[in-house]
């Protein structure tokens, strides 16, 4: 179980590194930006994760395979970010697939530190939309994960699917990838359909607040 969740860490990291790498292709970065954006995006859940159950040195720091992965990741979309493009909706996809690795390898980590699955869900939950958050935010736009078809949803369903199997005490490995299938398919066809959660209605037309909230 160790090895798979590596595996599927190391993956993870890659596909979201390509993800946050894609995105500041399309934005016009530098490769310096572009190898910035990517590190983020691959990484940021997990430190924090990682710190909120004490375990450090985080390993994004500690083990040489995370920056490696990223920094190749960056430099493979930055040379051949054509080629990506003709992806259908690239960034996205890269996304989806990091979100479900994440999801389930950050509640796997945190079962493993102990932690109770309710908790250990929502730490995989956390560790899937964290590096999202912090590549949006350095570009200057609303997160994901706060405006898009369902994102954090998915991803805490994923999640769930580990941390109950964990408590039914059901083989881990079905579980983590039948977690990942949950969280990816639930991504995509949010993507494909629409799906998102209900939005709040607005005084106006303009998104200004009230008056009396202003």
């Given at each position: ?6 595996v ?31 590190f ?12 909120l ?19 190749a ?12 493009e ?9 996304d ?5 690795l ?7 980590k ?60 059901w083989?881990?490995?079905p ?30 037309g ?9």
């Open positions: 179980m160790d090895i798979l969740v590596l599927l860490d190391l993956v993870g990291t890659f596909v979201f590194a390509l993800s946050g790498a894609m995105l500041g292709v399309r934005r016009r970065l530098d490769l310096f930006g572009v190898l910035v954006l990517a983020a995006a691959a990484t940021a859940g997990g430190m924090t994760r990682d710190v159950i004490g375990a450090t040195p985080v390993a994004a720091l500690s083990d040489w395979r995370y920056p490696a992965i990223t920094l990741a960056g430099l493979i979309t930055f040379v051949w970010a054509p080629l990506i003709r992806l259908q909706q690239p960034v996205r996809m890269f989806a697939m990091g979100l479900a994440f999801a389930v390898v950050g509640t796997q945190a079962l493993d530190f102990g932690i109770d699955p309710p908790m250990a869900a929502a730490l995989g939950m956390l560790t899937g939309i964290g590096g999202g958050i912090a590549r949006d935010v350095l570009m200057a736009q609303v997160p994901l994960v706060l405006r898009a078809e369902l994102y954090a949803v998915a991803a805490l369903a994923g999640a769930a699917v580990v941390a109950i199997g964990h408590w039914l005490q083989p881990p490995a579980c983590a990838i039948a977690g990942a299938l949950l969280c990816f398919g639930l991504r995509m066809m949010a993507l494909r359909f629409g799906w998102q959660l209900p939005v709040a209605l607005q005084s106006g303009d998104g200004e607040p009230p008056d009396a909230m202003r």
